[in-house]
């Protein structure tokens, strides 16, 4: 069992429509993530980090975390073509907190 | 605004090669790592380093790789004799704080070197 799943997509959008992606994650351990944005060939940029249940808003975007199900979402509203690109969700693992665990990420296309 | 730096951007060895990647994390950041990404695959922890010495590595970190931070701002990946199967984009990341399940730890990531094995 991957320990964070994703599903890969393409989660195809209209201009200014809401996205929604998630991430599911195997680890009970797992405490804290990372919403993470790459463009094709280039490094992650991070987008969010939350740790508590519920949501967490900065923007246009919104994290929702339910330890319960262990599931992580992101939400993009009013999304923009400049959002197309992978979404990598990441739990923080490791015994010093220290390792990110990579889902393989989701493929987002927003149409203009 | 400071910035994660890796050399070459892309590196391109024989089968068998030594090769060395080079990081330059940013400057007031005390934990490093390195992680890599298959193309087309997720992205996978290598190995982090803190006060000289590594503090986890995974299964992939074998005997063929080493870490090195040779001086105080350097910090390099070394691959001993390169396989076809370590052909990837190698990312170095660095972070200014301890970590901690449920701390914020941003680890900013440098642009990456594509290693492709002949």
């Known amino acids: 069992q991957k320990e964070v799943e994703q599903n890969s997509g393409p989660l195809s959008v209209p201009e200014g429509a809401i996205a929604s992606l998630n991430c599911t994650y195997s680890?009970?351990?797992?405490?804290?993530f990372f919403w993470y944005r790459q463009y094709s060939g280039k490094s992650p940029e991070l987008i969010m980090f939350?740790?508590?249940?519920g949501d967490k808003e900065d923007g246009r975007f919104t994290a929702q975390l339910n330890k319960a199900s262990q599931y992580v979402s992101l939400l993009i509203r009013d999304s923009q073509p400049s959002d197309s690109a992978t979404y990598l969700c990441?739990?923080?693992?490791?015994?010093?907190?220290?390792?990110?665990?990579f889902g393989a990420g989701t493929i987002l296309r927003v149409k203009s | 605004e400071p910035e994660v730096t890796q050399t070459p951007s892309h590196q391109v060895t024989q089968m068998g090669q030594e090769v060395i990647l080079r990081c330059v994390p940013i400057?007031?950041?005390?934990?490093f790592y390195w992680y890599r990404q298959i193309l087309g695959q997720k992205v996978e922890f290598l190995v982090s380093?803190?006060?000289?010495?590594?503090?986890?590595k995974s299964e992939i970190f074998d005997d063929q790789f080493s870490v090195e931070r040779p001086d105080g701002s350097n910090f390099t990946l070394k691959i001993r004799s390169t396989k076809l199967e370590d052909s990837a984009m190698y990312f170095c990341?660095?972070?200014?704080?301890?970590?901690?399940?449920?701390?914020?730890?941003?680890?900013?990531f440098g642009p990456g070197t594509r290693l492709t094995v002949l």
């Open positions: 990341a660095s972070s200014d704080l301890a970590g901690g399940l449920s701390s914020y730890n941003e680890q900013f």
């Open positions: 680890d009970r351990g797992s405490q804290s």
């Open positions: 939350i740790y508590s249940n």
């Open positions: 990441a739990a923080v693992r490791g015994e010093y907190g220290n390792k990110l665990v």
């Open positions: 400057s007031n950041h005390l934990y």
């Open positions: 380093f803190y006060n000289n010495e590594i503090s986890e």
